[in-house]
């Protein structure tokens, strides 16, 4: 039996190599994007098994409408893909107030807000799995992406909790760390970087926009073969809460484990032993 998935930023990148593995398998999809039309186009156009639809992740009230379409279209939504983000580059000093916060208002209460609208529809089924991308840099601190990396480590952190949250109400949850997919990430329309110049970081600030913008378009791994692992875990009786995507992410996540490993250890002789002495 089909299921009914709602993706957001479903109009290119990867999102849209989602929605098309998951139309070609015969699943229902609320494929969201601010530009309905452009959804369509980037699906193949209009199909039963498809609802374009408007949403801003960042609107409350149009994750609410997009997640009552699809209820409305298709009776319940199974499968949540929290996608949709943007990229906003550069060492935190260049980086303006407002910059920081319009990067952890997308790339994590985005994702809060969808899933706000959504869980309720899961927890009257009693069943669902929410899915919601990460990075690399949501597991591992990356070189000139301050920002993008505090949005994405409290992704991982409010995925981690709300396992807890739902897993009693028969709701899975994914946390997807993607390396560097040949995504539309790095492409002008998602990629910002900092306003500021501070001459402290301009040569090292150059070097590395140059190197980012370099790297668009010949990034390692393929979305579409992301897109069909992605539809492998929902079909998973027990799917994994974290998926560690690409062989530069899985390398990165293990000197990562190691490294907090290490740092137990190194610390074992001044953090043990600090519980509360009663005097009495």
């Not at 409350?60 to 580059?89: E, H, K, P, S, W």
């Not at 996540?253 to 190194?266: F, G, H, I, S, W």
Request: proline letters at 3%; a negative charge; hydrophobic letters at 45%.
């Amino acid at each position: 039996m089909g299921k009914v998935f709602f993706i957001t930023g479903a109009g290119r990148g990867l999102g849209a190599d989602i929605a098309r593995r998951a139309l070609a398998a015969g699943h229902q999809v609320v494929a969201t994007g601010r530009r309905p039309e452009k959804v369509i186009e980037a699906l193949g156009g209009e199909q039963d098994n498809l609802l374009a639809t408007t949403l801003d992740i960042t609107d409350t009230a149009t994750a609410r409408d997009a997640v009552q379409a699809g209820v409305d279209r298709f009776g319940r939504i199974d499968v949540l893909v929290n996608n949709a983000a943007n990229f906003y580059a550069g060492f935190f000093e260049e980086l303006s107030e407002q910059q920081v916060r319009a990067q952890i208002e997308t790339n994590l209460f985005g994702p809060m807000n969808v899933t706000r609208a959504v869980l309720p529809v899961m927890r009257a089924r009693r069943s669902g799995h929410v899915i919601t991308l990460s990075s690399l840099a949501g597991a591992v601190g990356v070189d000139f992406c301050v920002a993008y990396s505090a949005a994405k480590f409290g992704v991982e952190g409010f995925m981690e909790v709300l396992h807890h949250d739902v897993e009693p109400l028969g709701i899975h949850t994914t946390i997807v760390e993607p390396g560097f997919f040949r995504t539309e990430l790095l492409v002008e329309a998602s990629t910002t970087y900092a306003d500021g110049s501070i001459d402290d970081y301009a040569e090292r600030t150059a070097a590395t926009k140059k190197q980012w913008e370099a790297m668009n378009g010949h990034q390692p791994g393929d979305p579409a073969k992301l897109a069909d692992a992605l539809l492998k875990v929902t079909g998973l009786d027990q799917p994994p809460q974290r998926f560690i995507a690409g062989d530069d992410c899985l390398a990165a996540v293990e000197a990562k484990a190691n490294q907090l490993l290490d740092q137990v250890e190194a610390s074992r002789e001044l953090g043990a032993d600090l519980a509360y002495t009663d005097a009495t």
